[in-house]
């Protein structure tokens, strides 16, 4: 709690608010795109080694396109919430999604919430309106997104929930 600064720690393990989730969740996005970017980078050599005489850049459809950014989307916020509790933009805003008792989610709950906030993004603006700031994503899967700036999880959040 040292590299914390004094004016944040009144403000460890609060409900984090729409403004900081909407900025966790655009890195987030951004992590993706670049991740999905880098796929299609890896396609185009791998169809130039294969075949340099034959080769043609592959036009990608906006349909596929957007079908891999979401599959890419579940399996990124899966894996992170279920082993760290935390994605990338939510590291950078400092925040953490726990279960209601401050557990880290189990893998099911991971992957449902992923899957909810993906095909659902508009959720993530209830918690504006909501007075202990949840989304309906938390109402709904019992989750909670608080304000968490330590690297590794504390005692309170160190256990796992289904």
Not at 1 to 27: I, K, L
Not at 102 to 109: E, P, Q, Y
Not at 142 to 158: E, K
Request: hydrophobic share 50%; proline share 4%; charged share 15%.
């Amino acid at each position: 709690m040292v590299s914390v600064p004094r004016e944040a720690r009144s403000y460890q393990g609060a409900s984090a608010g729409v403004v900081t989730r909407v900025a966790a969740s655009v890195v987030d996005a951004l992590v993706v795109a670049l991740a999905l970017a880098g796929s299609y980078a890896a396609w185009v050599a791998l169809l130039f080694v294969l075949d340099p005489r034959r080769f043609r850049m592959p036009d990608p459809s906006l349909l596929w396109s957007v079908a891999l950014f979401l599959v890419y989307l579940v399996l990124y916020l899966t894996v992170s919430w279920w082993m760290a509790g935390r994605t990338i933009g939510d590291h950078v805003w400092g925040v953490r999604v726990t279960s209601r008792n401050g557990a880290l989610l189990g893998i099911v709950r991971a992957f449902v919430r992923a899957v909810t906030c993906a095909l659902f993004p508009v959720g993530l603006l209830w918690c504006a309106v909501d007075r202990d700031r949840r989304s309906l994503h938390d109402l709904v899967l019992r989750t909670s997104v608080v304000y968490d700036w330590l690297p590794h999880p504390s005692s309170r959040w160190g256990t796992r929930s289904g």
